[in-house]
Structures are given as structure tokens and as C-alpha cells.
């Protein structure tokens, strides 16, 4: 292994300009003549819009224009679209009502976009936005997810009873079948708590309309810039795409809220053309926990069946999926295929049955939020296996090895093919890690000190490198899910790789100029990346879901044979010998059996004064590019183990301990894999222990800054032991499976099984927090103490 | 609109400006200093976090005029020309950032914590004085190897001149 190649824990290419404040972001982005756009938003969950007076605002010093829905309506501009459809289980296609970028008639939530002002400073757009009057009739909201279906309040008259859809997967009859075969069953309910993504920067739009040429550009925060122009084309119907760019450049972190195709960036762009000016806006924080695409928010009820020995037989398991007020994105795919075909886990269970009620309230729109569905699913899979194997009496690491899938490829009964993995291997070296014989005594000490100590075990799966394009195409994915990669070489021999993934965090450009200085041979830093504008990366479907390593990467891979194989031809014209005696190793071009070589700048060069060769023969140049489809979602899993300390006197948790053992296959950077996990098992346990976003009844989100959205901090978190085992992926050539989602999936339910184990078995909702932890130790102390 | 003078990474500014402006929009709009981020609005977070005569304040909730005559140093101004600032060289080899928004209010909160407390800092008590800088990437983990790093190194003097002069 080379200091920079496969493998290196290489320090990150584009750390410099982060850590000397030279990064650029959206809102570091400044045009000339750049006006400012402020959103009216909606103060009520849902009213009418009886009328809209915007007079006396216009006249208001610096306004440049104030725009409503009609407007967008006169100029033909189209709603925002979901792109993932998904049917009912009697063959009905989902109800989607509309959703326009400025609301028309109608407010649905609180921050729903009411108009639009554009002015010289924000300070005026705002100041002209407070004078807009709005005659609003309120309505009663709907803000409960279990309560929603056939509730009064209706959202959308397209979904009488606040149904989205009625959807479900697996074989009930077959499970039905099991639970009558079974010796016992575990029952749980489960609420998935509602969160807020959060990334640090947060949204923000740059548009711009350049008149002479009639080309608009977009500086957004996206993790897919592409799909973003494609939806702002081809559906809402800006321009048309060799008329519209799209740039996201440094993004301050995504997680899934930057995939989306918002109303904010839709407005500013067009708008743009509107003013003759160009438009910027960035959410201040408020604004992003009010309109950034929440995720969760689900309410399960669940049960397992097993046998007399703990061979488990089936799962039953029924969803309450809040959607919020619109469908987001990619909502409807979130509590369906990337929930459901994760129910099996790591486990070998005959039949599954899942059923999901997807609904309409009057909240903010859900969808995708780092895991997407797996984190959910995960948490009933792993809560179900530690309360069954606790009502079973037998030790939740053995129940769980007992039970996990052993010989592979292993088909679900939820559509998955796990290609390979070794799940047993991971469970036993996190057990060494976190001392699982020490417990005992650990529980002892802390008992002496009047603490309460609990371990809790996660066993995850997730399907990632997201996705086969036909297999995602016939589940109601409108796109295809491969990644693009153009490989340019320069005539001195550097190299640019433009890809369609996008990094907002991950250190593509230090991971996928490691993978191109392996393969050519070259100096890592004659490898630059090149993502996130849609006039330099001709197409590209984005980041998010694991899935740049595994199919981003792939498809760099997929152009560096090409770019190797031109090479070769190049090679043989320079070297004088037959193309079929021409190797490629080191970095070097060389003939079989002899001491002819050329290195590989000389071979662009070559390729470029292309006097050699000609052009009957050979074309110049060097430049390849490569479309790469999965064949397969990749499968990473792991296990990883929490052990906390509880005070019963203040219910404060602390994590005393924190195992993690990933399998992520082939791993390009251990620092940078390692880093992800880090950040992934913070998320999942701000999930568990801090975070809830919160609506009251009349549907006022009460959760709307730092200062009441519990964010997780340095000293709520320990330091983590993370650990790797290595199963390659089969399916991609580079054995890569993925690491970005892992950590936020495994985590909460590592948590709360360590804490209910803690409190003597006594159920505990998410998050966790001190008060509610304080009353369940309080319960258990004196249930025990009646028994 | 109001005048307001400030030092801001040792160069004399001037400027006349509408009273209620921030500093963290005077460096960013005015100055277009955009190494300093407003990731809140509520001094919760620390992306804003710089240092005002030597001492960490957050500048989204501090008014530009408030502080008229002050020495402000931003995220541009800790490097002595090309030379890093250990801390700055300790965030990139303990790989104490991802999408790196956060970053510069860290390792400006990370200098005033060993301006305070001093160059051996343990990992409670890192943890415990980050507590006005939030991070959604790294979990934290490398951010406290940093810092710990960070203010070892600066404990063996190589601290840029500008640093030193606060």
C-alpha cells in the first residue's frame, strides 16, 4: 500500500482552505447588483388565504419586487414534485396533493411559503414583508401522526382521510401462519421521534439570470445539483437544462436535508429573471427548523414470534409514517422500500409482514434524514430482539448470534439478497472491546455508588450504495440510480476526475484522488476532483444513501480502465510494439519481456502531440468517461454496544462506553470511515437521549432554534471505541459497501436497550431525556421494590 | 447609519453602517472576511465565534458599533502568512472536520481555551469548555484529539506573531 493509495489514512486534500476560513459556500457567494429575497411564511398550521394586500409593501424603501403564488401561477411555473411513487396495496397510485412553491389559497404549516419579497438589503425585505397583509381564516390543524387518518381537519381534498397510502410488503398470510407456530411473542409500540436534520449551514440560494444569453444559474446547498436542475427544468419548469446551471459548492454538511428541491431555491432563480437582479437568501436558523425536511416521526406497533428453543419465526410489524404537510423529494420512498426490506436485519426470520399507513398533517414536509428508513427499521428490529430475548430470559448477545443469518447470499422475505457478511465475527470483537465479562462487575461499582449501569446491544443492517437503477425503477423511483465519472488527463500527466457525486463532508476529494493515484501510479496531489456544477459534470445523481464510494467511486474506477486501456494503444504506438504486449503497473507502461517503458505523463503527453500516431489509427487525447450502474444494494452491518451510567437521583445518562465494529468492505481511508461513524453514532444518540422536534396541538412548532431543539454537544458524548471486520462487497469492484449512514442507524437502539436494561427492564420513549429517565428510574425503583 | 472603526486582523478599518448591523455581517458583508459563519442567529453554536481584544466573543449577537475601537482577529488572520497556526495544523492532521462550517469558530474557540486554561488540557475538560460550539459532523471525537493536540503544540511555541501579540 502506497502512502496515498487504497487504504491510507491520508489527511483530507481540501482541510486547508476549511481551516484557513477560504471555504466557499452558498451564502459566501456574492454576484454583482445581488438583491435580497425574504420569505413571508405562514404563522398559522393551516388557514385560508382569504386575500393578500401587498401595496403598501411594494412602496417600501429598496422593495424590487414582491411576488405571490399567481405570480408563479401567470408564469406557468409548476409545484415541487415527489419522485418515488408508491402504489396502495389495492393497486391505487398514493394521493398527492398539490404543492406550490408560494402558497395558493392555502397554508398547510407553520413556515409554509406565503410570498416573496425581493429588495436591496434583507433588512428592507423584511421590514416590507411585515407590512404585507395577510387576511387569513384559520382552520383546525392535525398535527397528531397516529391520530391523522379520518381526523376532521383535512390537509389535502385529494386525501379525504389524510392518507398518502396504504402500502405493505411481505407474505401475511405465511406470517400469520408462524405466530400460530409459535411458542411465544413479543408485543412493543414505538415511537420514532420526529428530528430535525440540522446541518450547520444552513439553506441558502443564490439565483441569477445572465439576459443576453438566457441562461439562469443556481448557487444552492444541494447534495445533487443535477437532480436539482433536472426537477427545476424538466417538472417546475424554469428553463430548460442547457439554459440552466446549477452550482452547489461547499456545502456545510446535508444529511439528507440538502437532497431536496425546495420552494426557497425555485423562487430565487426564477425571481432573478423577474428583477433583472440577482437574488440571494439564506435561512436563518428559525427558518430551517421551520422548512427544512424533517425526518422520522413514526409509530409502530411490532411483534416477533419464536419457537420453543429462540429460533425466531416471524415478524409482524404496522406504521404510522407522517409525511407532514407536502410530500417531500423523495418522501414516500423513506417508510416503504428503504424501511421495510431492512425488517429482517441480520437475522434469519422465515416471514415478515409489514404494513405502513403513510399520512398528511399539518407539519413540516418528512423525508429522508441520514438512514432514511434504515434507523427506523433498525430500532424495531433491535428493540423487538432485546425485549424478546430478556421475556426469554437468555443473554441478548447469544439470543442475537443464535438468530443471525450464517450462510450467504441469504434472500429475506423482504426483497433483499445480502450478498456476503459475518455477523458473528463483529459481535464477538465488540464484546472484547466493551470487557462484556467486566460488566458484572462494573454494575456492582456503580450500584455502590448509588448508579444504575446498563448495557444495550444494536445489531445493524442497511442496504446502501443506493441503487440498482432497474430494480429501484420497477419499486417507483422515477430516475435511475447509477453515477457518472469523467476522467481528464492532461498533456504533463495530471489528472481531473469530474464526478457526479457531490461532497458535503465525506473528503471526496481526498478519497477519490486516493483511488485515482493507486490505479494510474501517480502523485496524489496531480489528482484533483471536480463535482458539484452542472456546467463542468455533465450529469450525475448526488450523494446521499452510502452511496458515493460504492457506486460514485465505481464509476471512477469504471473510467480509469478505459483511460488505462487508451493508455495502452497509446503505449505500443510510442513504444513500437503490439498493444496485446503492453502491461500497466507503478505507473508505468511497459513491454512484456523487455525494459522498454514510458511513464505515465510521458503517455499523455504522447496522446496529446499525437505524433506517433494518427488520426485513422488512433484518436488524440486522453479523456474517458464511465456510466456505473450497481448490480446490487451493498450490504454494510455491524454491532456496536453501549454502556451507561444512570443517576437515579437526577436521571442523567452519561455513556460510559461506546464499542462500534463496522463491516464496510474494502475501506479507501480508515481516518476519514472512522470519522463517519464518529458523527453518525452523535446523531443517532442525540436521537435517543436529546433531540425531538415538537408541535404543539394547534400546531406551532415549539422546537425552533438551538435554544429548545437539544443539539448534541461535546460533553453529552464519550469518545468511541470504533472497530472494522472485512467481508469485500461482491458487487462492485471495489469491495467498497459504504460508511456514511452506519453510526446514526445502529445507535439509538444501542442506547435505549442500555438504558432500559439499566432501569431494570422499564420501557423508555425517545429521547430519553433527563426528566423522563428521572420518572422511569423512579417507576422501576419502586416496582422492584414491591416485588 | 452610524461609523464605526475597528482593527480586524491587524489592518485599520473604517466604515459607515446601518446601526443594527452585526459584526458577524460587518466581517462577511462589508469586509467579505466569509471565514466566519452564522450557523444560529442565537449564540448557541460558535460557527460565528471569533476573537475581540483577545478574548472569544460569538458575532452574530454582538453589534458591529458596540464594539467600535476594538481588535477583532477572524479565522483569516490566525496564520502568519503561510505558516499555520498549530491549531489550525492540528484540526487537519487529527481530522477534526468534515464539511468544515463549523470549523473556523472551533479552532478559534480551541485557541481561547488554551488562552484560558493552558496547554495540557484532558478530555473533560475540553468537552465540558466546548460547550458553546456545536458540530453535526465528527461526534466530536477528533475535535477533542485536536484541541488536545492543538494546545500542546502551542504550549512548544510556535504561535504566530499576531497570536501572541493578543
Same mark, same amino acid.
Given at each position: ?9 491520508? $489527511? ?54 414582491? !411576488?405571490?403564488? #399567481? ?120 415511537? @420514532? ?103 422520522? #416521526? ?23 409514517? @407522517? ?124 450500584? $455502590? ?38 476522467? $481528464? ?37 496531480? *489528482? ?28 471512477? !474506477? ?30 508505468? !507502461? ?75 468492505? @474494502? ?9 463517519? *461513524? ?110 | ?166
Amino acid at each position: 500500500m502506497s502512502a496515498t493509495g487504497i487504504g491510507a489514512a491520508v $489527511r483530507r486534500k481540501e482541510d486547508h482552505r476549511f481551516i484557513t476560513g477560504q471555504g466557499r459556500y452558498t451564502d459566501d457567494v456574492n454576484r454583482p447588483g445581488q438583491a435580497h429575497a425574504y420569505f413571508l411564511r405562514s404563522p398559522h398550521a393551516h388557514a385560508k388565504i382569504k386575500s393578500m394586500d401587498t401595496k403598501v409593501a411594494a412602496g417600501m424603501p429598496g422593495v424590487l419586487g414582491i !411576488f405571490t403564488g #399567481d405570480d408563479l401561477a401567470t408564469d406557468k411555473i409548476g409545484g415541487l414534485i415527489c419522485g418515488w411513487m408508491i402504489h396502495n396495496k389495492d393497486g391505487s397510485p398514493m394521493r398527492a396533493g398539490p404543492h406550490p412553491a408560494l402558497a395558493q389559497g392555502k397554508v398547510r404549516y407553520v413556515g409554509d411559503h406565503v410570498a416573496v419579497v425581493v429588495a436591496e438589503t434583507l433588512a428592507q425585505a423584511r421590514d416590507a414583508a411585515e407590512a404585507i397583509a395577510v387576511d387569513y381564516q384559520e382552520l383546525p390543524a392535525v398535527v397528531d401522526t397516529a391520530k391523522a387518518i379520518g381526523a376532521k381537519t383535512v390537509v389535502h381534498d385529494e386525501a379525504p382521510d389524510n392518507s398518502v397510502f396504504n402500502w405493505h410488503l411481505g407474505d401475511k398470510d405465511a406470517t400469520e401462519n408462524a405466530f400460530r407456530a409459535a411458542k411465544h411473542v413479543t408485543k412493543i409500540d414505538l415511537v @420514532n421521534n420526529r428530528l430535525v436534520p440540522n446541518a450547520m449551514e444552513p439553506r441558502a440560494a443564490v439565483g441569477d439570470y445572465d439576459a443576453g444569453d438566457g441562461i439562469f444559474t443556481l448557487y444552492t446547498t444541494s447534495q445533487n445539483p443535477h437532480v436539482a436542475r433536472l426537477v427545476l427544468s424538466a417538472f417546475i419548469g424554469i428553463a430548460p437544462e442547457n439554459k440552466l446551471r446549477v452550482i452547489a459548492p461547499d456545502v456545510g454538511g446535508g444529511f439528507g436535508s440538502k437532497i431536496f428541491i425546495y420552494a426557497e431555491e425555485t423562487v430565487c432563480v426564477w425571481a432573478a429573471k423577474k428583477v433583472g437582479r440577482p437574488v440571494k437568501w439564506t435561512a436563518d436558523r428559525t427558518e430551517a427548523f421551520l422548512s427544512d425536511a424533517h425526518g422520522r #416521526d413514526h409509530v409502530t406497533h411490532a411483534e416477533l414470534a419464536t419457537d420453543a428453543e429462540g429460533k425466531i419465526l416471524g415478524m409482524k410489524v404496522h406504521t404510522t409514517a @407522517n409525511l407532514g404537510a407536502y410530500l417531500s423529494t423523495f418522501s414516500s420512498s423513506v417508510p416503504t422500500y428503504l424501511y421495510a426490506p431492512l425488517l429482517s436485519g441480520q437475522y434469519d426470520i422465515p416471514a415478515i409482514y409489514c404494513e405502513v399507513d403513510a399520512v398528511y398533517t399539518n407539519t413540516a414536509p418528512v423525508d429522508a434524514y441520514r438512514g432514511a428508513g434504515r434507523p427506523e427499521a433498525t430500532f424495531v428490529v433491535e428493540r423487538l430482539i432485546e425485549v424478546t430475548a430478556r421475556q426469554l430470559g437468555k443473554d441478548p448477545a447469544k439470543f442475537r448470534m443464535q438468530n443471525y443469518i450464517k450462510k450467504f447470499p441469504h434472500q429475506t422475505p423482504v426483497i433483499m439478497m445480502y450478498d456476503t457478511g459475518n455477523y458473528g465475527a463483529s459481535m464477538k470483537k465488540a464484546l472484547e472491546m466493551i470487557d462484556y465479562k467486566g460488566l458484572g462487575k462494573r454494575k456492582r461499582d456503580s450500584a $455502590r455508588a448509588g448508579k444504575l449501569r446498563g448495557i444495550g446491544f444494536s445489531s445493524y443492517i442497511e442496504a446502501c450504495g443506493i441503487a440498482p437503477s432497474a430494480a429501484v425503477g420497477s419499486l417507483g423511483a422515477g430516475v435511475g440510480l447509477w453515477e457518472s465519472a469523467e476522467v $481528464r488527463v492532461n498533456p504533463v500527466g495530471t489528472v481531473e476526475v469530474l464526478t457526479g457525486s457531490h461532497s458535503h463532508g465525506q473528503g471526496h476529494e481526498t478519497t477519490f484522488a486516493q483511488l485515482v493515484s493507486d490505479r494510474l501510479g501517480i502523485p496524489i496531489d496531480n *489528482v484533483s476532483i471536480v463535482h458539484g456544477d452542472t456546467d463542468k459534470v455533465q450529469m450525475g445523481m448526488g450523494t446521499y444513501g452510502s452511496r458515493s464510494g460504492a457506486v460514485g467511486m465505481s464509476a471512477i !474506477f469504471k473510467a480509469l480502465d478505459k483511460v488505462i486501456a487508451k493508455g495502452k494503444k497509446v503505449a505500443a504506438h510510442v513504444l513500437e510494439a503490439d498493444e496485446a504486449d503492453i502491461d500497466f503497473a507503478d505507473g508505468h !507502461f511497459s513491454v512484456k519481456g523487455t525494459d522498454r517503458k514510458l511513464d505515465f505523463g510521458s503517455c499523455a503527453l504522447q496522446a496529446y502531440v499525437a505524433h506517433k500516431f494518427n488520426g485513422q489509427e488512433l484518436e488524440p487525447g486522453l479523456k474517458e468517461g464511465a456510466f456505473y450502474d450497481p448490480t446490487n444494494f451493498t450490504f454494510p452491518a455491524g454491532v456496536h454496544i453501549c454502556e451507561v451510567e444512570i443517576d437515579p437521583e437526577t436521571g442523567v445518562t452519561r455513556i460510559e462506553r461506546w464499542a462500534a465494529v463496522d463491516d464496510f468492505g @474494502n475501506v479507501i481511508n480508515p481516518m476519514i470511515v472512522e470519522g463517519q *461513524v464518529h458523527g453518525g453514532i452523535a446523531q443517532g444518540v442525540g436521537q435517543a437521549l436529546l433531540e425531538g422536534a415538537r408541535y404543539n396541538a394547534d400546531g406551532q412548532l415549539v422546537t425552533a432554534s438551538f435554544m429548545d431543539y437539544t443539539m448534541p454537544r461535546a460533553d453529552d458524548l464519550p469518545s468511541f471505541d470504533v472497530g472494522m471486520t472485512v467481508t469485500p462487497c461482491p458487487s462492485n469492484p471495489l469491495g467498497i459497501k459504504g460508511c456514511g449512514e452506519a453510526g446514526a442507524i445502529a445507535s439509538p437502539p444501542a442506547v435505549i436497550n442500555a438504558i432500559t436494561d439499566a432501569l431494570g427492564h422499564e420501557d423508555i420513549a425517545m429521547p430519553a431525556t433527563p426528566q423522563a429517565v428521572w420518572r422511569a428510574a423512579q417507576k422501576s425503583i419502586s416496582r422492584q421494590a414491591a416485588e | 447609519m452610524a461609523t464605526v472603526s475597528l482593527t480586524v486582523n491587524g489592518k485599520a478599518v473604517t466604515a459607515t453602517i446601518d446601526p443594527r448591523t452585526l459584526l458577524v455581517q460587518f466581517l462577511r458583508e462589508n469586509l467579505r472576511l466569509t471565514g466566519t459563519h452564522v450557523g444560529c442567529d442565537t449564540s448557541q453554536c460558535g460557527a460565528c465565534l471569533v476573537h475581540l481584544d483577545g478574548k472569544a466573543v460569538k458575532s452574530c449577537t454582538t453589534l458591529a458599533v458596540s464594539v467600535d475601537g476594538a481588535s477583532v482577529t477572524t479565522i483569516e488572520g490566525l496564520a502568519a502568512g503561510d505558516k499555520l497556526h498549530p491549531m489550525q495544523e492540528a484540526f487537519r492532521e487529527h481530522h477534526g472536520l468534515q464539511c468544515g462550517f463549523c470549523t473556523p469558530g472551533m479552532i478559534m474557540s480551541a485557541v481561547d481555551m488554551v488562552n484560558r486554561r493552558g496547554h495540557e488540557l484532558d478530555e473533560k475538560t475540553i468537552r465540558e469548555d466546548l460547550d458553546g460550539n456545536i458540530c453535526r459532523c465528527t461526534g466530536y471525537h477528533n475535535i477533542v484529539k485536536a484541541i488536545a493536540a492543538g494546545a500542546e503544540a502551542m504550549g512548544k511555541g510556535a504561535v504566530p506573531a499576531r497570536q501572541a501579540a493578543e
